[in-house]
């Protein structure tokens, strides 16, 4: 459920989609596009312990489908490259989406690329997008103004405001008051949504970039489709399930709008997540499949 007083806290991505093209309206009847995309994912390093024996680093099949529902392909990125490689990969790829995880934002190998990609989205080119302020009560959500959810039907915005339609499960965020404290966050991420925790925490859910195409949410939207441990108890209603399959769809949207591209199709269909087998790992973990690298 989505509270809508405008307050924040941000400092933990779960899911931030960065497409590697200009930060324009949502439409796209009227512009060339790019149908045949590819989203990057970066794996993040296995922490937990009855994982470890199937590889170093992974990826949930939950976001590969997710992804994959929306119409694009993935590219999994492993986090031991360089940078010259990764400036590579970068113009290869329309989109990068860094997952949810325990990896340390400031130490670890997770955070040294996903600092890579986001420099070089930032260079990529200057937007040039009106800032709009997304306005709200806790009976409506204003989203007229946002890029991410300005397509999205009345029935199911009124439903964000009043049904539970988002897991959250989470021990770190941005609080409404630290993120208006922090004068680089308000300048550059416009707050979208707010979540109220178990103990009484008011947090920035959802976001996005004033003139940069970059997108984030506290929540896992992926899980409303694709993930059905009970213990967690996923929303699976026809709302939930709604928003999920629009989300993914907003997110390849902006990823046609990059025509970045491979050298040549076999370099393609090589980097591609397909070249690998998702394990089942339901029996063990909140997954039902994951990619191990």
């Not at 590889?55 to 986090?79: D, N, Q, W």
């Not at 934002?105 to 600092?115: H, I, N, P, W, Y």
């Not at 925490?201 to 970039?209: D, I, L, M, N, P």
Request: proline share 4%; charged share 20%; with cysteine.
């Amino acid at each position: 459920m989505f509270n809508t007083g405008v307050s924040t806290y941000l400092c933990l991505f779960f899911a931030c989609c960065l497409c590697c093209s200009r930060a324009l309206p949502t439409k796209l009847n009227n512009e060339a596009v790019n149908d045949r995309s590819v989203i990057g994912v970066l794996t993040q390093v296995v922490t937990d312990e009855i994982m470890k024996p199937f590889g170093r680093t992974y990826i949930p099949s939950s976001y590969v489908k997710y992804i994959e529902s929306g119409g694009s392909r993935v590219m999994p990125i492993r986090l031991t490259l360089t940078t010259s490689e990764y400036e590579k990969i970068f113009m290869k790829i329309n989109g990068l989406i860094f997952i949810g995880g325990d990896a340390d934002l400031e130490t670890s190998d997770f955070a040294r690329v996903a600092k890579i990609f986001y420099r070089l989205a930032l260079a990529d080119g200057v937007q040039n997008m009106g800032d709009g302020v997304l306005r709200g009560s806790d009976e409506s959500l204003e989203v007229q103004s946002s890029r991410m959810f300005n397509t999205f039907p009345d029935e199911l915005i009124n439903a964000l405001t009043q049904e539970p339609l988002t897991g959250n499960f989470h021990n770190y965020g941005i609080t409404i008051k630290d993120f208006q404290e922090n004068e680089m966050l308000q300048s550059f991420f416009t707050i979208l949504s707010t979540n109220i925790a178990k103990n009484g925490a008011h947090f920035v859910s959802t976001f996005e970039g004033k003139r940069y195409p970059f997108y984030g949410v506290q929540w896992h939207p992926e899980v409303n489709r694709f993930q059905w441990y009970r213990k967690l108890n996923f929303p699976h209603s026809r709302h939930a399930v709604q928003l999920s399959s629009l989300l993914a769809e907003f997110f390849v949207n902006e990823a046609r709008r990059s025509f970045h591209h491979f050298d040549s199709p076999a370099e393609e269909e090589s980097s591609l997540i397909y070249s690998y087998s998702p394990v089942y790992v339901a029996n063990i973990t909140a997954y039902e499949q994951a990619y191990f690298f």
